[in-house]
Structures are given as structure tokens and as C-alpha cells.
């Protein structure tokens, strides 16, 4: 057994129980003697899989019959593209609210296929990343879809309150790829909710995407067929192979969550973990975060040490005791503590103790 806690921001670590038993079976599945790797994807048993997966991520998030399950390739990043392509026009308009490293990048991305504009930015009061709210926004013209990121994996801002929109027309997108799964969701509130896998699902290439039925049809004629959502959900996601491995271990994540209690026993874990590690951080001043406390993300804890020339000592130290990966992102520096749903809380609290004691020695 490992004896390490892994807060790597993506790839990120997956549930210790689900990697053991996607082991025990790795090269002897269901008794089958092969691989799930190595077994159609048309066949009895992978189908099985497949449907079992999905009916467990509807039941976690209580996804609604009028909305369809897609599993599809390419990611998180497949789907800034797939969005716009599969329900606008090119003169259609793309709104963004734009806080962070990933909804500036699908907010680029959208503009290769349609206009696109942005309502609001995150700025900074008094030092604090703040995210304004609709009644602060700029909205010129009613847009063809609505597109924010719940999580900034790389800026450690999560937002929790869900926009709407003004005439109930306008599809809300969300790229939920650093906090899905972590607590229960509204899934009529949006129109497309997308993730790629690797932060909080399975491995890395596959995206799950939720989208409302009356959302399906309109695709582009030159829309890759492999991002197209009506031919996705027309073959059960399997218009081409899919990335079986990917799915089926996604499928043992989803029972894994069950297993837990479901996603409100997850949000309450996921609460606590996040709590113990802001609480180090406010403590005194050496160390700290930029994010207005509405907005601290429950996923990804980003902080600085006041002292930066501490910075490699701190790491280096930090890994010796077994915590891994918490260098911040090369675009904002510092640290980040990555805590998705299968970093335990003990995890969380042996990086508090960590802190705490690098701090009486450094402080
Ligand atoms: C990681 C991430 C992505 C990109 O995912 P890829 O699978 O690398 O394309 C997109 N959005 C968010 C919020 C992410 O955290």
C-alpha cells in the first residue's frame, strides 16, 4: 500500500478501494480471462457495464428521464468545442462569464463557431477574487447559450449559485469538470452540464455530458461525427469505440460514491476537508488565499506562503512527508491542494498538521 496522499489537480487520485479492485481484476474480468480492456464493446458484458454506469450516475445526481447520458472522447476540452457546434448557428451568440483559466479558454474556443461575448469577468475587492453577480452583469442581446465553469481548477474559485436566465430560454452550459460528483446538483437548472473524467470520475480522455433532449438535433453539418450528440445518444454513446477502460472504471467510481452515501454524505465530507484546510491558512499570515469566501472552491485550495522563498523548501518537505503534487499551477504560482471526493479528510488534515509545523519552524 501506498502511504501517500496525492493533491495532484488532474490526473488526480482515485478512490484507493476502486483501484484495488480494478487490480484484482485487471487481467482476469468476470471471470472471463481478458481484460475489460480487451473485451467488444458490443458485447453482453461491456454493455452491461455501460448501462450500469449510467444508471448509477443518474441515481447520484438524480438526473431527470428528459435529459440524456452521453460518454463520449476528447475530455473536458472536446466539449468548448462540441457545445457550440452541436447548438448554434455560426451568427448565433455565446455568452460567458469568464473567472478563470477555463472558462477564458472555452470562451476562445466557442469563438472559432459562433460569436461570443462576455457578461462579467472575477475581479479583485480588496485583494479577494470576487465573481459579480447576474444583476451586475452587461447583457446586450439574448444569446444562443449561457456558459460558465463551476470550478476553476486553477484559480481555486467555485461558484455555487446557478444563473438563470431572464427569459427562461437561454441554455445554461457548465463545465463541471473539477467539481462534479462532489455534492447534489439541480440538473434542471442547466441545459448542458460537461466533465471530463481525470478530476473527478475515472481516468483521463473520456467526458460525461448530461444534455436536455430538446438540446439534441441541432448540430452543424460539419460537426465531427464523434461530437455529435445526436448520433452519440441515437448508438448509446458508442457512434464510434469508446474509451472502454475509462468507462468501466468510472462505473466503479459511481458505485464507490454510492457506497459512501451518496453525493449529500460527500458534500458534508468534502465541506470538512475544505474547512480544515482554510482554517490553517486564515490562522495567522503566513499563509494565504486570494479568493472571497463566497467563492473558495471545496476542490481546489489555492494558497501562497508569505514568505515565497520558502516555496521550494516547503514542497520539498511537504513530499517527504508523503504529500504529493502541491505546487500551484504555472500560470498563478503558490500552492494548490487538489481534495477531490477521494482525497480522505485524513488527507486534508495531515497537510493542516504539515502546515502548521512548517509554519513553527519557518515562521
Ligand atoms: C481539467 C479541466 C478541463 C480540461 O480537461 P481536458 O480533459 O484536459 O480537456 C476543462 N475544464 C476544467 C474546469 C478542468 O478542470
Known amino acids: 500500500m501506498q502511504n501517500i496522499f496525492n493533491f495532484s489537480a488532474g490526473p488526480a487520485m482515485l478512490p484507493q478501494e476502486v483501484m484495488q479492485q480494478a487490480q484484482e481484476e485487471l487481467i482476469n474480468w468476470q471471470g472471463l480471462g481478458t481484460s475489460v480492456m480487451e473485451v467488444s464493446h458490443r458485447g453482453k458484458p461491456f454493455i452491461e457495464v455501460a448501462e450500469q454506469a449510467e444508471a448509477d450516475l443518474r441515481e447520484l445526481l438524480q438526473i431527470p428521464a428528459?435529459?440524456?447520458?452521453?460518454?463520449?472522447?476528447?475530455?473536458?476540452?472536446?466539449?468548448?468545442?462540441?457545445?457550440?457546434?452541436?447548438i448554434t448557428k455560426s451568427?448565433?451568440?455565446?455568452?460567458?462569464?469568464?473567472?478563470?483559466?477555463?472558462?477564458?479558454?472555452?470562451?476562445?474556443?466557442?469563438?472559432?463557431?459562433?460569436?461570443?461575448?462576455?457578461?462579467?469577468?472575477?475581479?479583485?475587492?480588496?485583494?479577494?477574487?470576487?465573481?459579480?453577480?447576474?444583476?451586475?452583469?452587461?447583457?446586450?442581446?439574448?444569446?444562443?447559450?449561457?456558459?460558465?465553469?463551476t470550478?476553476?481548477?486553477?484559480?481555486?474559485?467555485?461558484?455555487?449559485?446557478?444563473?438563470k436566465s431572464q427569459s427562461g430560454q437561454v441554455p445554461i452550459v457548465a463545465d463541471m469538470s473539477s467539481n462534479i460528483l462532489s455534492k447534489p446538483l439541480n440538473i434542471e437548472d442547466f441545459g448542458i452540464i460537461y466533465a471530463g473524467a481525470q478530476k473527478n470520475i475515472g481516468p483521463s480522455g473520456l467526458s460525461v455530458v448530461i444534455v436536455r433532449n430538446d438540446l439534441i438535433g441541432f448540430a452543424r453539418k460539419d460537426t465531427p461525427a464523434i461530437f455529435n450528440y445526436q448520433l452519440q445518444a441515437a448508438s448509446?454513446?458508442?457512434?464510434?469505440?469508446?474509451?472502454?477502460?475509462?468507462?468501466?472504471?468510472?462505473?466503479?467510481?459511481?458505485?464507490?460514491?454510492?457506497?459512501?452515501?451518496?453525493?449529500?454524505?460527500?458534500?458534508?465530507?468534502?465541506?470538512?476537508?475544505?474547512?480544515?484546510?482554510y482554517k490553517q491558512i486564515d490562522a495567522t499570515g503566513f499563509y494565504s488565499n486570494n479568493v472571497h469566501?463566497?467563492?473558495?472552491?471545496?476542490?481546489?485550495?489555492?494558497?501562497?506562503?508569505?514568505?515565497?522563498?520558502?516555496?521550494?523548501?516547503?514542497?520539498k518537505?511537504?513530499?517527504?512527508?508523503?504529500?504529493?503534487?502541491l505546487k500551484g499551477h504555472r500560470a498563478v504560482g503558490g500552492m494548490r491542494a487538489s481534495i477531490y471526493n477521494a482525497m480522505p479528510l485524513a488527507g486534508a488534515q495531515a497537510l493542516a498538521d504539515f502546515m502548521k509545523e512548517f509554519e513553527r519552524k519557518n515562521g
Not at 452521453?70 to 472536446?78: I, N, S, T, V, Y
Not at 458505485?255 to 449529500?264: M, P
Open 151 to 163: 470550478n476553476e481548477t486553477v484559480d481555486g474559485i467555485e461558484i455555487d449559485w446557478v444563473p
Open 236 to 277: 448509446g454513446s458508442m457512434y464510434n469505440t469508446p474509451p472502454t477502460f475509462s468507462w468501466y472504471l468510472a462505473g466503479l467510481v459511481f458505485k464507490w460514491l454510492k457506497a459512501q452515501g451518496g453525493l449529500t454524505e460527500i458534500a458534508r465530507v468534502n465541506q470538512q476537508k475544505s474547512q480544515v484546510l
Open 293 to 315: 469566501n463566497e467563492y473558495r472552491s471545496k476542490m481546489n485550495v489555492t494558497f501562497k506562503l508569505s514568505d515565497e522563498s520558502l516555496n521550494e523548501v516547503f514542497l
Open 317 to 325: 518537505q511537504a513530499e517527504s512527508n508523503g504529500l504529493v503534487a
Open 66 to 86: 428528459n435529459y440524456t447520458v452521453l460518454f463520449m472522447h476528447g475530455g473536458g476540452r472536446a466539449q468548448f468545442s462540441a457545445v457550440p457546434l452541436n
Open 91 to 149: 451568427s448565433d451568440l455565446s455568452q460567458h462569464l469568464v473567472t478563470g483559466q477555463w472558462s477564458v479558454g472555452a470562451e476562445e474556443e466557442a469563438q472559432k463557431f459562433c460569436r461570443s461575448s462576455i457578461v462579467a469577468k472575477s475581479k479583485e475587492i480588496e485583494g479577494k477574487m470576487y465573481v459579480p453577480k447576474q444583476d451586475e452583469w452587461s447583457i446586450a442581446e439574448e444569446p444562443g447559450y449561457f456558459h460558465y465553469c
